[in-house]
T-cell receptor, first 114, second 108 residues
């Protein structure tokens, strides 16, 4: 069964450093998403991506964040200058034919900012 | 105002019990609805989509009431493996909104 994969599973970084989180969505999916979940809190939408551009972003997704689909398979989230409050689990998800369809989540990257 | 509201629980039920979870959403333009389950420190996994006519998948039944902006999930004959957090998810525009989740523990 196809699945979304994410690397690394755990990233530790110093405050102010740049991090890139990587995702490989399900191959025939067209919609891609990033979410974050701070420990003990709800899953929060960051950004959706379709047809090589951002289709929607939340208030959390400020200028420190960017997304890219550098090739036909990878989907990345970059945080330019990490803050302590960026520590969270980051989930990538992909969905099929329309933006209303079910999404399938990767296992997440736990980001710890020191 | 929260986009999606759920009773956080916890619900502690014996094996074999029937349990129901409720969820309300604020955006009347919401277009699609889902229940996910999330195990501790794991990713959300799709349980089922929720359709206007209601739908069933084995022991799980989901209902949607658009007029009341209300979604429910019924689990019959609870198993130990049903213990998890159940997330109500609503799509509006290109955003997906998650509830805080309802915690379920099924007790032997």
């Amino acid at each position: 069964e196809p699945e979304v994969t994410q690397t690394p599973s755990h990233q530790v970084t110093q405050m102010g450093q740049e991090v890139i989180l990587r995702c490989v969505p399900i191959s025939n999916h067209l919609y891609f998403y990033w979410y974050r979940q701070i420990l003990g809190q709800k899953v929060e939408f960051l950004v959706s991506f379709y047809n090589n551009e951002i289709s929607e972003k939340s208030e959390i997704f400020d200028d420190q964040f960017s997304v890219e689909r550098p090739d036909g398979s990878n989907f990345t989230l970059k945080i330019r200058s990490t803050k302590l409050e960026d520590s969270a689990m980051y989930f990538c998800a992909s969905g099929g034919r329309t933006g209303f369809n079910e999404q399938f989540f990767g296992p997440g990257t736990r980001l710890t900012v020191l | 105002r929260k986009e999606v509201e759920q009773d956080p629980g916890p619900f502690n039920v014996p094996e074999g019990a029937t349990v129901a979870f409720n969820c309300t959403y604020s955006n009347s333009a919401s277009q699609s609805f889902f229940w996910y389950r999330q195990d501790c420190r794991k990713e959300p996994k799709l349980l089922m989509s929720v359709y206007s006519s209601g739908n069933e998948d084995g022991r799980f039944t989901a209902q949607l009431n658009r007029a009341s902006q209300y979604i429910s999930l019924l689990i019959r004959d609870s198993k130990l493996s049903d213990s998890a957090t159940y997330l109500c998810v609503v799509n509006a525009g290109n955003q997906f909104y998650f509830g805080t989740g309802t915690s379920l523990t099924v007790i032997p």
